[in-house]
């Protein structure tokens, strides 16, 4: 799915996902763990307002673990849970039913005080393309029920999921647009297949993946395609270009005349990294990008 988000698309965007907080006690707002900055709408604490809400840092099975544990211990830091979770295996699900419940509970025990029996806590799961609604949705409704592929502005009538005994979920996400102002974040988007290939050059973006990962991953590098040294200054272009003709030789992306073919190599990159053939990466990391960002 390709959304393109002119200006009137993020407007509408916006407007659907207001038009919906009115019906919703909770927002599960969900972020890939491997890039939590980046994965963030850029307008998502005014959209949201005071909304109670619950941070999920979904394809935690993709991510490095102890940095997903570090943006745990960072976003409670900024008063927010965030819970690591695999939509497609269900791991961490129970937490998110739990959580969106505590932030309902001061009020609810105050209902049944006044002899008001509570109705189940009602959450909006909201995101940007591809970070894994519609699976969390089915998850949690043990069923398939989202539409995958739902696109703003497309309108359907909305049903309430029943999740277990005391929560409901709307059936349709809110989908919201992502970063666009900042190349680097563009290339942790398409790495991570939050944005189509056809949007950035698969070259430009292997580039920088590799970059990325020399630095922080070299070694698993080294194992994945069997070779014995990185670059020693990923800073120069031409040795981060030679490493990953080093990859394409090993990977048979050769073209006629015996060249590396760049294009097919970035591709296999690409692929590795989306298929976890490289391993557990994440590409945020909250020493280096988090120190100067506050949210909620
Ligand atoms: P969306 O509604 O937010 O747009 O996302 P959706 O649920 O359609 O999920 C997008 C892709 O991400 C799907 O892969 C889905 O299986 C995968 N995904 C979602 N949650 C997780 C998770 O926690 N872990 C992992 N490993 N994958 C997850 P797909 O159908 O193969 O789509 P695509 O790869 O062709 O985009």
Request: aromatic share 6%.
């Given at each position: ?54 941070v999920i840092l979904n394809k935690s099975d993709m991510a ?74 089915n998850r949690m409704a043990g069923r398939n029920v989202a ?35 900042d190349q680097q974040v563009g290339y942790r988007l398409a ?106």
């Amino acid at each position: 799915m390709t959304i393109q988000w002119f200006p009137g698309h993020m407007a509408k965007a916006r407007r659907q996902i207001e038009e919906k907080l009115k019906l919703i006690d909770v927002v599960i707002e969900l972020l890939d763990a491997r890039i939590p900055l980046s994965s963030r709408n850029p307008m998502i604490d005014q959209i949201l307002q005071q909304k109670p809400r619950v941070v999920i840092l979904n394809k935690s099975d993709m991510a490095d673990e102890q940095v997903t544990e570090n943006w745990v211990a960072w976003f409670a830091e900024q008063e927010l849970e965030a819970i690591p979770v695999d939509a497609t295996s269900g791991k961490g699900v129970p937490r998110i039913v739990q959580a969106s419940k505590e932030k309902m509970a001061t009020k609810f025990a105050a209902m049944r005080k006044k002899g008001i029996n509570p109705r189940p806590v009602r959450a909006l799961i909201v995101g940007i393309p591809n970070v894994g609604k519609s699976t969390l949705i089915n998850r949690m409704a043990g069923r398939n029920v989202a539409a995958t592929g739902d696109r703003p502005g497309v309108t359907k009538a909305q049903q309430w999921i029943r999740v277990g005994q005391d929560m409901e979920l709307l059936d349709t996400p809110g989908i919201l647009w992502p970063k666009f102002e900042d190349q680097q974040v563009g290339y942790r988007l398409a790495a991570t297949g939050a944005i189509k290939d056809e949007i950035l050059h698969p070259e430009d973006v292997a580039f920088h993946t590799i970059k990325y990962i020399i630095t922080y991953y070299g070694d698993m590098l080294l194992e994945r395609y069997d070779l014995n040294e990185l670059p020693a200054d990923t800073e120069n272009p031409s040795e981060v270009v030679d490493f990953m003709e080093m990859i394409g030789r090993r990977r048979g992306c050769l073209q006629s005349g015996g060249t590396i073919n760049l294009e097919k190599t970035s591709q296999v990159i690409l692929r590795d990294l989306r298929t976890l053939k490289l391993g557990r990466l994440s590409f945020e990391t909250p020493t280096e990008h988090g120190s100067d960002v506050t949210i909620g």
